[in-house]
């Protein structure tokens, strides 16, 4: 199961690109909405969320939780206390966390990110505590994965295939999806 958590003002291609690029590959994936049934994306297309946070059920089901970034998005979500108590159940499970865009600051301000490998969008560098910061466009570093931005979402959609199911996969779905 993949939770992507959605906050007013997300980013919708880095929500909705890896998502679609996650159920092509065969990934159960839940949109959870933070802040509310109904979320505004930062370009003000409301999005449906599959269910809201305060039906999220925590459980070894989850192999990866996702957070979209955009502004004010990811303000909505580092503000969240359920955000980060899924965030902090899937480092102890050692299930895959991955940020895009503005949201890796959400696990760099948590200390996640430290000694670990890192891309985000630029100006949120110093957000990223303790991160060596490598400027690509996706990252995986161990369980966590980050991305650059809303250009970087197909590559971030596939490093995250790739983490659930393997290179071949990821390929498979980027050459049907005309990618490569």
């Given at each position: 199961m993949?939770?992507?958590?959605?906050?007013?003002?997300f980013e919708i291609v880095e929500a909705l690109a890896p998502a679609d690029i996650l159920k092509r590959a065969g990934?159960?994936?839940?949109?959870?909405?933070?802040?509310?049934?109904?979320v505004a994306a930062s370009c003000g297309i409301k999005v449906e969320a599959d269910i809201t946070k305060d039906q999220l059920m925590l459980s070894d089901d989850i192999e990866l939780l996702m957070l979209p970034g955009g502004m004010p998005g990811t303000n909505n979500l580092d503000a969240d206390s359920t955000v980060h108590k899924a965030i902090e159940y899937c480092v102890?499970?050692?299930k895959f966390?991955?940020?895009?865009?503005a949201a890796p600051k959400v696990l760099g301000r948590m200390g996640?990110?430290?000694?670990?490998?890192?891309?985000?969008?630029p100006g949120f560098?110093?957000?990223?505590?303790?991160?060596?910061?490598?400027g690509l466009k996706a990252v995986r570093d161990g369980q966590f994965i980050t991305g650059k931005g809303a250009?970087?979402?197909?590559?971030?959609?596939?490093?995250?295939?790739?983490?659930?199911?393997?290179?071949?996969?990821?390929?498979?779905?980027?050459v049907k999806m005309?990618?490569?």
């Open positions: 993949v939770y992507i958590m959605l906050a007013d003002g990934a159960k994936v839940v949109t959870v909405g933070v802040t509310g049934k109904t102890s499970k050692g966390v991955a940020a895009i865009c996640l990110l430290k000694g670990r490998k890192a891309t985000c969008f560098e110093n957000d990223l505590i303790g991160a060596e910061l490598t250009g970087a979402a197909l590559e971030f959609g596939f490093a995250l295939t790739e983490a659930l199911y393997g290179k071949a996969k990821a390929d498979e779905v980027a005309m990618y490569k």
